[in-house]
């Protein structure tokens, strides 16, 4: 049987202290990436509780993901619709211009 690792491909690196080093930073900037932008989400929306278990859970970045594609307040993810007035107000002002410069 054809046995392929890790092991068997980087022996040399795999037996120092070089891998457990690189796992450890990835895993580091990873799970800080996710919480900071967790925590800046929360703390804008006011969401003192979802802030309070980001706090103090670890989760290896996976709550933190879940929260922002699932549970965000403000989801900027999601489609966003354009109301009728916003779009109304936007014609109106277009039409004052118009008229503005005719008159000029």
Not at 21 to 28: E, H, K, M, P
Not at 31 to 44: E, I, P
Not at 52 to 72: A, D, H
Request: glycine content about 2%.
């Amino acid at each position: 049987m054809l046995d392929i690792s890790i092991n068997s491909l980087f022996p040399e690196f795999v037996s120092s202290e070089s891998y457990k080093i690189l796992v450890f930073i990835f895993v580091s900037i990873w799970v800080a990436v996710w919480k900071g932008f967790a925590l800046w989400h929360s703390a804008r929306h006011n969401q003192k509780w979802w802030f309070l278990v980001f706090i103090i859970s670890n989760t290896l970045g996976v709550l933190e993901i879940i929260y922002l594609f699932f549970f965000q307040a403000h989801n900027p993810w999601k489609n966003k619709i354009v109301s009728k007035t916003t779009t109304t107000e936007f014609s109106s002002s277009i039409k004052k211009e118009k008229r503005n410069s005719k008159k000029s």
